[in-house]
C-alpha cells in the first residue's frame, strides 16, 4: 500500500532522508514553527539548528507508516538510543511550504 502525502510532505520526508539541510530548510515557510522534544524553534537559525541536530547528525531516515488529517505517523531510524522510534508529526503547510510541525512519539 503506498501513502500519498501533500507536496509539502512528501518534500520534507525526502529532504529529510536525504540528509539535505539545504533542502529541508527550503520546505519550510518564512516564519514557520517547529515543536521537538518540549522545545519551540520559530527562526530559521533556530529551525536549521534543529534539523542539524535532531535530523541530519543521527542520520534519521523516516519511513511513514500512516497519513491522515495533516499527521504522519512514521518510524524514524537512525543512530540514537532506542532506534527505530515511531513518531506522529503534524504539520500546518500553506502553498507547499510547511508553515507548523509539532513531533511527539507516536
Do not use: C
Not at 47 to 72: A, D, G, Y
Request: net charge negative.
Amino acid at each position: 500500500m503506498s501513502i500519498i502525502l501533500p507536496k509539502a510532505i512528501e518534500n520534507f520526508v525526502a529532504a529529510a532522508n536525504a540528509h539535505d539541510t539545504e533542502a529541508l530548510l527550503a520546505v519550510f515557510s518564512d516564519p514557520a514553527t517547529v515543536f521537538d522534544d518540549g522545545k519551540t524553534y520559530t527562526s530559521g537559525a533556530e529551525i536549521r539548528e534543529w534539523i542539524q541536530s535532531h535530523l541530519i547528525e543521527p542520520k534519521i531516515v523516516t519511513t511513514p507508516i500512516s497519513f491522515e488529517n495533516n499527521r504522519l505517523v512514521a518510524s524514524g531510524a537512525g543512530q540514537f538510543p532506542g532506534s527505530p522510534l515511531t513518531f506522529a508529526f503534524t504539520f500546518a503547510t500553506k502553498d507547499d511550504l510547511i508553515t507548523d510541525l509539532s513531533i511527539e512519539a507516536a
